[in-house]
């Protein structure tokens, strides 16, 4: 009878939230579980947010809480209140929720309150850098859940130095499941050409460029300097600018379009994959970016100080570079622009069935 059958409550909210929720909600529908997904609205910009469930395939979300911008105690208080009633009406068997949001956290704890039982996937991340927002989200999303689906070894053992063993499944990386499967979509020509931003010609060497955390937006100086690396490189760049970039430029007096650097929208998702794949390299602080960028073996330099995906540092496929204008113009014009490397990569992250495992857990627990 349905009523026997599991019930998962998905909750998302964020652009890489719902690239993860693709593949999750395709293994589900093939699945006897009853799967509801709410999108909160953290992210409420159509670029970010709408354009994913039409170019993924994910059904549209049963709940919308539209909970929009704020602070970060304004935003998960606000959707923390809005969801107490919605799990409270639904007592799901498990609520799901992905990475490290505010819309994580907010989820995590209305239903642990509520006595309903937590899966976190992408559990057992660290950057070890507490300044980080996502970084205190995932640890104590990690610290109050029931089951926490591992992407790696890497993040196993960090769940287990915290004491957190038993809790713990590795599963893989469902953003290899849907990062291949594009992959082969884009190649085999099932997607249009991606619309990169005026002034950048898709037959001609590019870089692929992101930024938009606030570590490296809301200091002024910051900002600038690295713009201005950007704008310095000898190769044409398409930055597919957040809204929350165009916001601290236009606030801080930043010109972004300039130089080798060319302004255009965030992309939908297939159209990213294929503009990672027609460029010779990613600039980017995103952590989902460097994952990708590794998975379609193109080199990535991150503008951070840590990654939270040490995988793809081994053989240079990714270098930190926090603060491009300590190096010199030539240093970090070689790092920008660097070939590929020729070492063969592993697959740490996993081999593209990981919402497979996550849904098998769920129905056995």
């Known amino acids: 009878m349905e009523d026997s059958l599991v019930k998962v409550v998905s909750i998302v909210g964020a652009r890489p939230q719902l690239v993860k929720l693709a593949p999750i909600a395709a293994a589900f529908a093939a699945s006897d579980v009853r799967h509801m997904i709410i999108h909160t609205g953290q992210h409420y910009d159509a670029d970010l947010s709408d354009v994913f469930f039409d170019g993924l ?3 549209d979300p049963d709940v919308h809480l539209g909970i ?6 304004v935003q998960t208080g606000r959707t923390l209140a809005a969801l107490d009633p919605v799990l409270e009406a639904e007592h799901p068997d498990w609520v799901l929720v992905y990475g490290d949001t505010n819309s994580t956290l907010a989820g995590t704890l209305s239903a642990v309150k509520q006595h309903i039982r937590v899966a976190h996937l992408e559990a057992g991340l660290r950057s070890f850098n507490r300044r980080m927002p996502e970084e205190h989200n995932r640890v104590l999303t990690d610290h109050a859940a029931d089951l926490l689906l591992a992407p790696t070894e890497e993040a196993m053992r960090h769940l287990a130095a915290e004491g957190l063993a ?4 590795l599963v893989g990386d469902v953003m290899v499941d849907i990062c291949l499967r594009i992959r082969d979509a884009v190649l085999a020509g099932a997607h249009p050409r991606p619309a990169l931003p005026p002034g950048i010609d898709a037959d001609a060497p590019y870089l692929v460029a992101t930024l938009h955390r606030a570590e490296n937006t809301d200091d002024p100086k910051h900002l600038h300097s690295l713009v201005d690396a950007l704008t310095d490189l000898p190769v044409p760049v398409a930055l597919l600018a957040h809204p929350r970039l ?17 302004v255009g929208r965030p992309l939908p998702y297939a159209q990213m994959v294929g503009a990672v794949l027609g460029s010779v390299g990613v600039v980017t602080d995103s952590g989902g970016l460097q994952k990708e960028a590794y998975l379609l ?26 603060r491009p204008g300590d190096l010199g113009a030539t240093e970090w014009t070689g790092l920008a622009t660097r070939p590929a490397p020729t070492a063969e990569r592993a697959t ?7 919402a497979e495992r996550v849904v098998r857990t769920l129905e056995g627990k």
């Not at 929009?68 to 105690?73: K, P």
């Not at 038993?166 to 499944?169: D, K, L, N, P």
């Not at 916001?247 to 650097?261: D, P």
């Open 68 to 73: 929009g911008s704020g602070s970060h105690g």
């Open 348 to 354: 740490p992250y996993g081999d593209g069935r990981a």
């Open 57 to 59: 395939g994910i059904p």
């Open 166 to 169: 038993a809790r713990a499944e």
């Open 297 to 322: 073996a193109r080199p990535c330099t991150t503008l951070r100080t840590e990654t939270e995906w040490p995988e793809t540092l081994v053989d240079g496929w990714n270098h930190l570079v926090p």
């Open 246 to 262: 165009l916001a601290r430029a236009e606030e801080h007096g930043v010109k972004l379009a300039r130089g080798a650097v060319s």
